[in-house]
């Protein structure tokens, strides 16, 4: 029995590269052939007439949006104060938004903001813009060339906590809505816009 030992071992570890090899090649053909679903949108030209210049207004908008400290430090732990002046702030500086009658806001978790935008065909699935309210604390920052919570536009840059994650995405979209309802646009889908205020530690409250 010990004498065919050897050609026991010799046999599964053959059996096991063939397997190895075999599994290695189907998670390659599948790699290579999988579909992308990446889209091709058109390109955005300023003659479009739906073009939303960032003019003076709305990078003001945008860089007051990152002077409210809305840090979040730990799971139950943020800036309940800083919350409720940005969640004012957009009510404020939004109007169309917050009078439309196609619009109802609702706030989640005392702090959360979501927002539904009655589309007109009722037969489509809705769906959703989401990004999120709060920011992770600020570290070194004597190696800012701004302050984290200035906002400040040097060189063609926006400085702040939040600029890239995420009330880029946060304003951007609010931007837009706004935009397309004061032109009397009705959307054919119902949108929702969610932004929660606890993101970077879990969503736990949000």
């Not at 050897?6 to 052939?33: D, E, N």
């Not at 060339?145 to 890239?164: C, H, L, N, V």
Request: proline share 6%; charged share 20%.
């Amino acid at each position: 029995m010990w004498a065919s030992l050897p050609r026991v071992l010799s046999f599964v570890l053959r059996g096991f590269a063939l397997t190895l090899a075999v599994i290695t090649t189907i998670v390659f053909i599948r790699t290579a052939t999988f579909p992308s679903y990446q889209t091709s949108p058109p390109e955005c030209k300023t003659t479009d007439s739906d073009f939303i210049p960032a003019d003076e207004e709305r990078l003001a908008r945008f860089t007051r949006a990152i002077q409210f400290q809305t840090v979040s430090y730990a799971v139950g732990q943020g800036s309940p104060e800083e919350l409720l002046k940005l969640g004012h702030f957009i009510q404020e500086r939004f109007p169309t938004i917050h009078s439309s009658p196609l619009v109802r806001r609702d706030v989640v978790g005392n702090y959360s903001l979501l927002y539904r935008v009655k589309g007109s065909d009722a037969s489509l699935k809705p769906y959703m813009l989401a990004s999120h309210l709060d920011v992770v604390p600020t570290t070194e920052e004597h190696n800012w060339e701004a302050p984290p919570f200035s906002g400040q536009i040097k060189d063609g840059y926006i400085y702040g906590r939040g600029t890239i994650d995420a009330k880029h995405s946060l304003m951007g979209s609010l931007e837009a809505v706004e935009f397309l309802l004061a032109r009397g646009h009705r959307p054919k889908r119902t949108l929702y816009l969610a932004f929660g205020h606890d993101e970077e530690t879990g969503g736990h409250f949000g």
